[in-house]
């Protein structure tokens, strides 16, 4: 995966390939800078007139369910379909489905009919689509829900659902938190990097979503949600978290930007199940 970090990169910084990102407006702004910072160039249309168009013209789709309106729930289905219909991979994040039965029902359709090629969400919104019990918490994780590497049993459980959801959708899933469980029903990794500051900056998971979009426009799903994962996480671990939060914020997308394959090298924690 070291060497996949690097042969992306490359790739991101010379083909600089358009990203189509319809994401929440909460966190637009940062969505559209980390796209910049991995080489790639962002565009987040989201009128229903314009969306199968930009799509078809892109290199990835990043949708996600943050912040949802009825004008965003009909782009990202038409721009869905239309990244299927043209062979353009896409990422679903699936923030809040275990809050809002509106936005379970949107994902599933969007599972669905636009097969999508990474499924995102944190552990309690994977176990939702997967149909399992899980806590609510808002958009966030429960914290009967979290899974670390010291928790076995519960790591487990939880790479058991991830890998039965994958199995069943076609599409790898991700599922977020301290340990990262990502998988495509056969191999399953798990990715150890980040920092609890990044939970307190607004729009990291959906920086995630449109990161790991770009990534999927140059390497194959389960490598792009790999190097999103831990790209964002090592990020988090180099920022300088000296100051507040705004600062920790700026400091985030800037480590981003200056990733080299050293600090990717040094820090990558990454190991199969």
Partial sequence: MKKAWMDAKEKLNIKNPLIHCITSPIAINDCA???????????????PKEVEGVTKSARALGVS??????????????SGK???????????????????QF??????????????????GNVSEIKALAGVDFSVSGIDVSENDRVSRENRAALEYMTSVVKKLAENTGSV???????????????????????????RVTGTGCMLNCITAAFLSV????????????????SGELAD?????????????????????????????????
């Fill in 103 to 120: 936005r379970k029902a949107l994902a599933e359709q969007f599972i669905s009919e636009c097969r999508p090629s990474v499924i995102k």
């Fill in 65 to 78: 369910l943050a912040n949802i309106t009825d004008v965003r729930a009909e782009s990202m289905m038409i």
């Fill in 173 to 199: 899933v991700m599922a977020t938190g301290e340990t990262d469980i990502i998988s495509d029903g056969k191999k399953t990794y798990y990715i150890e990097n980040g920092s609890p500051l990044m939970a």
């Fill in 219 to 234: 390497t194959d799903a389960v490598t792009a949600a790999v190097l999103a994962a831990a790209s964002l996480g090592i």
């Fill in 33 to 47: 800078n980390v796209v910049l910072a991995l080489g790639a160039k962002p565009i987040m249309a989201e009128h």
């Fill in 241 to 273: 978290s000296r100051g507040g939060l705004g600062t920790y914020h700026i400091n985030l997308i800037d480590a981003l930007s200056l990733l080299t394959e050293q600090q990717f090298s040094v820090r990558f924690h990454c190991h199969e199940a």
């Fill in 82 to 100: 239309a990244a299927l219909d043209s062979g353009i991979p896409s990422v679903l994040d699936a923030v809040g489905v275990t809050c809002s």
